[in-house]
């Protein structure tokens, strides 16, 4: 199984800042199969990233993805108030499916 | 408008069972790969079971294996996930989830509580 180890747990940001979210793979993600998610409290997870670095439809260039093997990451280029939420790496490359344990990202 | 819709969800004891539907609409139902994802009160994302397009294929997290079977009715465009001898640790909001690679769709959730 691979174990994907996000951190930090809590980033402390205000709007306009940029957010760099890490998410560390125990094994080799191979073809960068791996995914992020968004969550905003009381709503489903939204796909933001698949295969590391493409973005998901409707999602704004404001958000990327990069990163392969072990590391990678996710970048809000400009923080918008809607975008303090939890974010969450998935690797879909292996089962099963696992997910990293989120990264918060609230208003400083 | 692509749409998942999760049912089935409540209070149960111990020690019992729970079916939970996901019916699905606006896309190609049949030839999509469907998951279930949880996730308990203030916990992160687990994810729990698939099933392939045509229902042939299954596969589980460890800690539901033998427990629970996901299934899918492809003329009702409809999955399942049967839930059996249910334990506190199951508490959760499922979700069910379209795979387009990723997992592009997902539902509103159902909550599940499991008493003791």
């Known amino acids: 199984e691979i174990v994907l180890t996000q951190s930090p747990g809590t980033l402390s940001l205000s709007p306009g800042e940029r957010a760099t979210l890490s998410c560390r793979a125990s094994q080799t993600v191979t073809s960068r199969y791996l995914a992020w998610y968004q969550q905003r409290p009381g709503q489903s997870p939204r796909l933001l990233i698949y295969g590391a670095s493409s973005r998901a439809t409707g999602i704004p260039d404001r958000f990327s993805g990069s990163g392969s093997g072990t590391d990678f990451t996710l970048t809000i280029s400009r923080l918008e108030p809607e975008d303090f939420a939890v974010y969450y790496c998935q690797q879909y490359s292996s089962t099963p499916r696992t997910f990293g344990q989120g990264t918060k990202v609230e208003i400083k | 408008q692509v749409l998942l819709v999760e049912s089935g969800g409540g209070v149960v004891q111990s020690g019992t069972s729970l079916r939970l539907s996901c019916a699905a609409s606006?896309?190609?139902?049949?030839?999509?790969?469907m998951h279930w994802v949880r996730q308990a009160p203030g916990k992160g994302l687990a994810w729990v079971s698939a099933i392939s397009p045509d229902g042939s294929n299954e596969y589980y997290a460890d800690s539901v294996k033998g427990r629970f079977t996901i299934s899918r009715d492809n003329s009702k465009n409809t999955v399942y996930l049967q839930m059996n001898s249910l334990s506190a640790e199951d508490t959760a909001v499922y979700y069910c989830?379209?795979?387009?690679?990723?997992?592009?769709?997902w539902g509103q959730g159902t909550m599940v509580t499991v008493s003791s």
């Open positions: 606006g896309f190609p139902f049949r030839t999509y790969p």
């Open positions: 989830a379209r795979q387009s690679g990723a997992l592009d769709i």
